[in-house]
């Protein structure tokens, strides 16, 4: 198992950027795929990124290609969102969630640990 916990959101602007961070615990981290998601009020859980445990694949959901990165850091422990140009659109609670399976997925069923999630705020 995985233990996750993130930071970092908050309120910008729009067009504004932000980074969130996940911390991770257990040995497992080393080889797990990570991904973020995000939660709308009244919405689906939407996959936004993930990224596998070597750190040389990515994965991005469409509304949010090309402006925000993932990335991580095993020697941390850590796997960042870097997110930029944000939108209105983007406001939800964002979580880290690892996977500890092979494979990168886009599919929240498919991650077995999950954080607290990290609230971001885009004004308009």
């Known amino acids: 198992q995985v233990q996750l916990v993130e930071s970092g959101g908050g309120l910008v602007q729009a067009g504004g950027s932000l980074r969130l961070s996940c911390a991770a615990s257990g040995r497992a981290f080393d080889y797990a795929v990570m991904g973020w998601f995000r939660r709308a009020p009244r919405q689906e859980r939407e996959f936004v990124a993930a990224?596998?445990?070597?750190?040389?694949?990515?994965r991005y959901g469409d509304s949010v290609n090309g402006r925000f990165t993932i990335s991580r850091d095993n020697a941390k422990r850590t796997v960042s969102l870097q997110m930029n140009s944000l939108k209105p659109d983007d406001t939800a609670l964002y979580y880290c969630?690892?996977?500890?399976?092979?494979?990168?997925?886009?599919?929240?069923?498919?991650?077995?640990?999950w954080g607290q999630g990290t609230q971001v705020t885009v004004s308009s």
């Open positions: 990224i596998s445990g070597t750190g040389t694949v990515t």
């Open positions: 969630a690892a996977r500890t399976s092979p494979g990168i997925s886009n599919s929240p069923d498919d991650f077995a640990s």
